[in-house]
């Protein structure tokens, strides 16, 4: 059994940038619940949701989010969420992320995904600029942020 959902992740990241008053756009936020992902699968050996990530143009997508966002387009995110309450592993986590990634630019977060190997795997030969809705490989992420620590 995995400890929560992506769309409780995304709405835990949403929380925390309102709380600080900044803004966060659909492609930060996809970001950076990728390497809440990634860092859980590298850190704890475990999966922290089940949603899978696709290797888009612009980086990794849960398709679901990007069908619950999609309308924000490039415009911060306004939405009013709940803000999820998890367990101290898992919030201690997240916060780690954050604190890792959260001040960085959608843009420098695009930069950095787009080198690392998991990402460019998935997409092969792909034309940076083709669709691609191939899975990102759980345990290649484990495996190459695992390498990262």
Known sequence: MVPTTADKVADYI?????????????????????????????????????????????????????????????????????????????DDHIKEVLDAYGELTAEDLEYIVHRETPWLKARGDLHPLEPSTALIDEKEMKSFYKKLR
């Open 14 to 90: 949403i929380c925390y940038f309102q709380k600080k008053g900044e803004e966060i756009t659909h492609l930060k936020l996809q970001k950076l619940v990728y390497y809440s992902q990634a860092w859980f699968l590298a850190l704890h050996n475990k999966r922290l949701f089940n949603d899978r990530f696709e290797a888009w143009i612009h980086g990794p997508v849960v398709r679901s989010l990007y069908h619950r966002f999609k309308d924000y387009s490039w415009k911060p995110i306004v939405e009013e969420v709940d803000c999820p309450i998890f367990s101290n592993e898992i």
